[in-house]
């Protein structure tokens, strides 16, 4: 039986096959055991070995690693009439690590890299997979505080075109690309008009900009009359514990200019602004720009949605940082790093699908998650009776969690990735444990 590995990555083209068959293994080897080492998820001296040579290999690219699951996921993209692309940079912090070709973060004295990925998830959140990135290290600022290379914000513009391209390819499936403030710039919204927005885009507004009559943005859009409220249940994010949340949604379409000759475009803007917040706690507001001509309140709704599953993006941060520790990794040189980087955006994508499956697909047979051994240890290691056949998917994801801490009250929701990847460690090590043991003791102790 084929691993979940070797179907995501078994058609990677490093020249070599031994290569393929290694780069499977670590997968498997490295999604089993979050939060270790890498000598800590290989088996044996061997193994250690064998890995730190395969990130040493010059003639391999970070791009042949991800290929297969790049291609894996377009493939799951045309299963769905809508997706997400997602988009984001996060700062990896090696700093006092000696790896040759860092550069600095957000202070000059830290040194670390970046890394810029598009994630897409469908509408309900289901992760589908990674389908570009861009992993850079900063060049130190010169004498007159400029930093020289490329400018950053081109990443945003060049992921936008990239998504375009894949909707080309893709025409069934509307793409919706989705990205944070840092994306508001007017040259990627003119790129998306020049090409004639193959791809819609969803943006959150930083720029309260001047409009042709002079009024400022922001204020234009506060000014219309509300167009009704929304509510839903923020989830708990930055030691701030879950709430209800009501918004009053105001949304206007404005002219912005789409050239240098006098070109305008259209896009709409819209406002959602939290009503009656707890006392002590900053309003929630959010500030959208979109290509998408919206006119009533479902339309809005839709949109806020949309923008809400970018959360998505920085729980698969969270994951490869603190539940793969991607930050420890020590490897000598940006370009190692980069190799591993690859394969853990990987594994850390099928950690959060276990996740959502739970919640997207919960009657959904475990089967197609799970090995037999596997689902069966979540029953084991829990003290419960194994079912005779697979449960649903929910139910095992909530006893592998429960490994890991989950309590499963009734106000505790589902649960989240950190105590999935920390029963998942517990689930693999005892299914590991009683393979060793059926090999060579016959499955009897002793």
């Not at 008009?193 to 791809?199: E, F, G, M, R, S």
Request: with cysteine; net charge neutral.
């Amino acid at each position: 039986m084929s691993t979940w590995a070797e179907e995501e990555l078994g058609a990677a083209a490093l020249g070599d096959a031994r290569l393929t068959r290694r780069l499977i293994k670590l997968a498997d080897r490295f999604a089993d055991k979050p939060t270790s080492s890498i000598p800590g998820a290989c088996g044996d001296w061997a193994e250690i070995k064998a890995a730190y040579r395969f990130f040493d290999r010059k003639k391999v690219e970070w791009h042949d690693i991800l290929q297969p699951h790049f291609d894996n996921t377009e493939a799951r993209i045309r299963q769905h009439p809508v997706v997400l692309c997602l988009q984001d940079t996060t700062e990896l912090d090696f700093n006092g690590q000696e790896i040759a070709g860092l550069g600095p973060l957000s202070y000059e004295a830290q040194r670390g890299m970046y890394l810029h990925p598009t994630c897409v998830v469908t509408p309900q959140r289901e992760p589908l997979g990674v389908t570009d990135a861009w992993m850079w290290a900063r060049a130190p600022k010169d004498a007159a505080g400029h930093r020289p290379g490329q400018l950053e914000s081109d990443r945003w513009i060049e992921g936008y075109e990239r998504i375009a391209e894949m909707a080309r390819r893709n025409p069934e499936t509307r793409l919706i690309y989705v990205a944070d403030r840092e994306a508001d710039i007017l040259r990627l919204m003119q790129r998306a008009h020049a090409l004639d927005t193959p791809a819609d885009w969803l943006i959150r507004s930083q720029h309260s900009r001047t409009l042709p009559d002079g009024d400022k943005l922001w204020n234009t859009v506060i000014a219309q009359q509300p167009l009704g409220d929304i509510q839903f249940t923020l989830a708990s994010r930055h030691g701030q514990p879950a709430r209800e949340i009501r918004q009053e949604i105001r949304l206007r379409q404005v002219t912005l200019p789409a050239g240098t000759r006098g070109e305008t475009m259209t896009v709409t803007c819209l406002v959602a602004r939290e009503l009656s917040a707890p006392q002590g706690i900053k309003p929630v507001e959010w500030r959208l720009l979109t290509n998408r001509d919206i006119q009533g309140l479902n339309g809005a709704v839709e949109l806020i949605d949309w923008y809400r599953a970018r959360w998505e993006i920085e729980m698969f941060f969270n994951v490869l940082k603190n539940g793969y520790r991607v930050e420890s990794l020590q490897l000598m040189s940006v370009g190692k790093i980069e190799l591993a980087l690859a394969l853990y955006m990987v594994v850390s994508w099928r950690l959060l699908r276990m996740m959502r499956f739970g919640r997207i697909h919960p009657d959904l047979d475990a089967a197609l998650m799970f090995s037999e051994a596997e689902w069966q240890a979540a029953y084991i290691l829990a003290k419960k009776p194994v079912p005779d056949k697979p449960p649903g998917v929910r139910e095992v994801v909530r006893r592998i969690a429960g490994l890991g801490g989950f309590i499963g009250r009734k106000s505790d929701g589902e649960p989240g990735v950190k105590t999935l990847w920390l029963g998942w460690q517990r689930v693999r090590d005892f299914v590991e444990g009683m393979d060793y043991l059926r090999k060579h003791h016959g499955g009897r102790c002793g």
